[in-house]
């Protein structure tokens, strides 16, 4: 993992817990992410890591990230 990718996981997360308080603070329900966001999501997570892991058995560090 690269100090690029943790920045940029901790602002994803930053956000995503903004979003919820906000969501949460209107007093609503605050339902499930939908099942093709969370389908994007997972096929995004699973390239980057075959990217990684394609990456380290070369020798090569990963390469920054620029999907987000």
Partial sequence: MTCERIL????????????????????????????WVQLIANRRLIKDERRASANYREGRVPEGINSY
């Avoid at 994803?12 to 099942?35: D, R, S």
């Fill in 8 to 35: 940029c996981n901790t602002e994803l997360y930053e956000k995503c817990a903004q979003a919820y308080v906000i969501a949460k603070a209107t007093g609503h329900y605050v339902g499930l992410i939908p099942e």
